[in-house]
């Protein structure tokens, strides 16, 4: 279990002797943070359909990502390692690269409905062939999470939404996806792949860029 020293950063200590919230800092890591993912941690995370990844940059910029898959996207391997999938994208790389670069991750999983959340940190390295990769068709690399801390977060904030439906661009069992809207773009054609620009032929041919903020607006991503 990491210290509160060890936890805090020194501009996070600044604040919380500012705003008079060290003693109550200090508790909150001596109960709920973690250097592992406990027993009664798994059973939430293994029942997410997505979560949010947080990155750095080797420059130190950040980004944030929505994470979306099958429910299970995130597998706890063991306390201390969990994985999860890299799924086709708009060809950035954002995410991927960063950890590639700076290996740094935070992933928020939470739960909208009940609410609840759960974070977890910790060092994370990418792989085109790591045996675990067969758990999820249709995905390019597998991500390995060394954990570092894992905790619950306080739910009072959490806006309750109700999920509808799961996306239809998770691959399914054998990889396959829809063709996205996005793909279908005049201006992006030069860009795609062979493969790709041939799905767009079969899907109807091109779009403009205002039709395809058309189908966003009404939902047809």
Known sequence: MPTADEFYTSAQRDLQARFGTAKLADT???AIVRDEIE??????????DFFFLSTVSADGEPT?????????????????TL??????????????????????VGLLFIDMETPNRIRVQGT????????????????NMLVRVDVTSCFLNCARYIHKHKRISA????PDDKGAQPH???????????????????RTAAEGGT??????????MAGES
């Open 28 to 30: 909150v890591v001596a």
């Open 39 to 48: 027993d009664p941690h798994v059973p939430f995370i293994e029942s997410r």
């Open 64 to 80: 944030v990502s929505y994470k979306g898959g099958p429910v299970g996207i995130v597998k706890v391997l063991d306390p201390h």
């Open 83 to 104: 994985v999860f999938p890299s799924y086709d994208g708009n060809g950035m790389f954002k995410s991927m690269g960063n950890i590639k670069a700076a290996a740094k």
């Open 124 to 139: 994370a390295s990418l792989s085109e062939d790591d045996p675990e990769l067969a758990r999820y068709p249709g995905a």
């Open 167 to 170: 996306s239809p661009y998770v």
């Open 180 to 198: 996205p809207s996005w793909k279908r773009i005049d201006m992006v054609q030069d860009s795609l792949p062979e493969d790709a620009r041939a």
């Open 207 to 216: 779009i403009t860029m205002d039709d395809y903020a058309e189908k966003l």
